[in-house]
């Protein structure tokens, strides 16, 4: 199946540092990636979608100014969190959509970034 | 609007029990794609299956097995004879564009030995 990777896996940082998390598709090229936040035992939610050359799009909510979302290239987005705070630790999650080349769409995710701001 | 629903918030069951995980969704679009995906305590969201809208049948794979049916907008997932190694959060998700995906609350499901 196809495989997402996510860097940092765990990320412990001070307050007002920033951290930046990398998501990559490793064998196939998505033209979306989605940010995910996990609090502990709740559903996922939806931060913003990144679209491949152009600028993401972010959930209500969501400060955009906070979370930085680059999506350089196919294989790669990065969510830099900025001056993080305590209340910013959380779990983060990339997925990415695959499609084409005769596999069915459908959205892989990546193992995710357990961030804890001290 | 979209929605999905998974009512049961914990199940726990004893190995080899067999157990269903509930799913329910809202959605007016004709075109939609359903998913399960599963969260273990290591945290990765690992893929089960993907269905259609317009594909109805059923699905097994090994101890895992799928009932779709429109006409009560479920999509149920039950494990036949549950492993400890099943032990999981497991999420629905619903879908009509692959633009945004609508997940559930999950459903945690506990197999002791």
């Known amino acids: 199946g196809a495989v997402v990777s996510q860097h940092p896996s765990r990320v412990i940082c001070k307050s007002g540092t920033s951290v930046k998390i990398e998501c990559r598709s490793l064998d196939f090229q998505a033209t979306t990636m989605f940010w995910y936040r996990q609090f502990p035992k709740q559903s996922l939610m939806l931060m913003a979608t990144?679209?491949?050359?152009?600028?993401?799009?972010?959930e209500q909510g969501v400060e955009k100014d906070k979370f930085l979302i680059n999506h350089a290239s196919l294989t790669l987005s990065t969510l830099t969190v900025t001056s993080a705070h305590p209340e910013d630790s959380s779990f983060y999650i990339c997925?990415?959509?695959?499609?084409?080349?005769?596999?069915?769409?459908?959205?892989?995710f990546g193992p995710g970034t357990r961030l804890t701001v001290l | 609007a979209q929605k999905v629903t998974q009512a049961q918030t914990e199940i726990s069951v004893v190995e080899k029990e067999d157990v269903t995980l509930d799913c329910v969704y809202e959605?007016?679009?004709?075109?939609?794609?359903l998913f399960w995906y599963k969260q273990p305590p290591s945290g990765e969201l690992v893929f089960l299956i993907r269905r259609n809208s317009f594909d109805e049948q059923n699905e097994i794979s090994g101890r895992y097995s799928w009932n779709f049916q429109k006409s009560t907008s479920s999509f149920n997932f039950t494990i036949t004879a549950s492993q400890v190694v099943d032990s999981a959060v497991y999420f629905c998700a619903l879908t009509n564009n692959f633009n945004k995906f609508y997940f559930g609350s999950g459903t945690k499901l506990n197999v002791k030995p």
């Open positions: 959605t007016r679009d004709t075109t939609y794609y």
């Open positions: 997925s990415a959509i695959s499609a084409g080349g005769g596999v069915q769409i459908t959205q892989y």
């Open positions: 990144s679209n491949e050359g152009s600028k993401a799009t972010y």
